[in-house]
């Protein structure tokens, strides 16, 4: 259910109308009044703010109820969630101030001469003399965007704000969001490639499958600074660290239970080869069609390659018959694909991670009774999985070990440092997954990270904190 949160400013003349009304109209219409401002007061006239949660995206019934009241008049609707981004979420700023013409001749003319030359003869130096060091491009063309698909790049752009604003209150890292209006792969790759110089990473983010594939690819052989496209590997990085924990309650071991993975498109595929790489033994990819098979033959190249996997089963079948004896249920589809039923068939200790959005592939209620762990997406139950637990981390260890790309080695410590958070002490059926403010999360992360990729020969910093540990 949809919870709105509105802000009604309402003209009331007390002669005709009563307060109590007016609060019984908003209940009689499914709200909840959780506040009251009075703006302004007279013997006979006020003007009021009531701040408004009802259940439903249509605001629309209560609305009307207000207009039609004898003695009110509606002066003005506010939702909360438009007001937070007016202007944009986001801003610049600098980091000192030109107060005098001598500050003037540092930061630009003639000083900055000096510093652009010592850039000339060393590019690395661009690192620790521009804002490379620690800002990365979050970049889409908008065409899969969660939730609401192909909806453009200046629609996208709200997305990407939010992206930015979390990049830097959970890890300091800046970000940037770049829109970008065109749906050409080749274009996409071109533009990439030549802004890259300013930035020490690309945020690849809601991009459709299955070029995102290619885009990304490309972008990891031709850029010398980490690629990461979030739609793919932050959410297979949160299900394996989700996964490790809800194995470590339920007693059993990765490369003996069964996995169905729902959903092979680029979120799909990416969990799947992070499951592989981890040592799953048991794997069964399904997709609208019905299961991809070891030794079948496909159009799409990931799914060619998944079908030469030997852990990979070889039985066909639809979801429905295949989930029966299933140990894992992981859905990156789309909602209402399963009911209890389908659900009971599966192993004992079952554990189900039905993420599609807004809404999960089996109803939360109908699922619980029967399953030993679940976790969705949403922030309204217990275990979401949630990719902000990865990129802000992830981000942060790569440049401050200046990777040159994030590979498989980085991710899989990404997953064990996140499931690592809750500790055996606190782990439970109710709490496989930290919560996204959890401050060790992104410490943890940034740590694992970079000692994966210093081991990978990735690295080409090891931080000073780092590098006496490694002596």
Not at 24 to 52: L, N, P
Not at 137 to 147: E, S
Not at 342 to 371: Q, Y
Request: aromatic share 4%; glycine share 8%; proline share 5%.
């Amino acid at each position: 259910m949809t919870i709105s949160s509105l802000i009604i400013r309402l003209e009331m003349d007390h002669r005709l109308v009563q307060f109590g009304e007016i609060a019984s109209q908003v209940s009689h219409a499914g709200g909840d009044m959780t506040s009251i401002d009075v703006i302004r007061s007279g013997k006979d006239m006020s003007v009021r703010d009531i701040t408004v949660h009802i259940n439903d995206s249509d605001e629309s019934p209560l609305l009307r109820r207000l207009e039609e009241l004898q003695g009110t008049k509606l002066i003005h609707v506010s939702d909360p969630v438009f007001l937070a981004h007016l202007g944009g979420k986001i801003a610049t700023s600098p980091k000192l101030m030109v107060k005098n013409r001598d500050d003037l001749s540092k930061v630009y003319t003639p000083g900055v001469a000096k510093v652009s030359k010592a850039i000339h003869e060393n590019p690395d130096k661009a690192y620790s003399l521009t804002i490379k060091r620690n800002t990365i491009a979050v970049i889409t063309d908008g065409t899969a965007v969660l939730g609401l698909g192909d909806i453009g790049p200046y629609a996208a752009a709200p997305v990407m704000e939010g992206k930015a604003m979390l990049f830097k209150q959970l890890a300091d890292v800046d970000a940037f969001p770049l829109c970008l209006d065109t749906q050409d792969t080749e274009e996409l790759i071109r533009t990439i490639k030549a802004v890259s110089p300013i930035f020490g990473g690309i945020n690849l983010e809601d991009i459709s499958s299955p070029r995102c594939f290619e885009i990304e690819r490309r972008l990891v052989e031709e850029l010398d600074i980490p690629v990461f496209h979030d739609d793919q590997h932050g959410t297979a990085i949160v299900v394996m660290a989700g996964l490790l924990n809800a194995l470590k309650v339920t007693g059993k071991q990765l490369a003996d239970v069964r996995i169905v993975v729902n959903g092979i498109g680029a979120a799909g595929v990416s969990i799947c080869k992070m499951l592989l790489a981890a040592g799953a033994s048991r794997l069964v990819p399904i997709d609208l069609d019905g299961a991809i098979v070891f030794g079948g033959s496909y159009d799409n190249s990931m799914w060619q390659w998944l079908a030469t996997q030997p852990q990979v089963e070889g039985a066909p079948g639809s979801l429905k018959e295949l989930l029966a004896g299933a140990d894992v249920f992981i859905g990156v589809s789309r909602g209402g694909l399963l009911n209890s039923e389908h659900i009971r068939t599966m192993a004992k200790d079952s554990i189900v991670f039905a993420m599609a959005n807004p809404m999960p592939e089996i109803d939360p209620e109908e699922a619980l009774p029967h399953v030993r762990i679940f976790a969705t997406g949403r922030s309204d139950l217990p275990n979401q999985i949630n990719n902000v637990l990865v990129f802000p981390g992830i981000f942060r260890g790569a440049l401050d070990c200046r990777a040159r790309h994030i590979n498989e080695a980085m991710k899989l410590a990404a997953a064990r440092a996140i499931a690592s958070v809750v500790s055996d002490g606190e782990l439970n059926e109710q709490y496989i997954i930290p919560s996204i403010f959890n401050e060790q999360v992104v410490a943890k992360v940034r740590l694992a990270v970079i000692e994966a990729a210093i081991s990978t020969g990735c690295a080409r910093r090891i931080p000073p904190e780092i590098g006496w540990k490694m002596a």
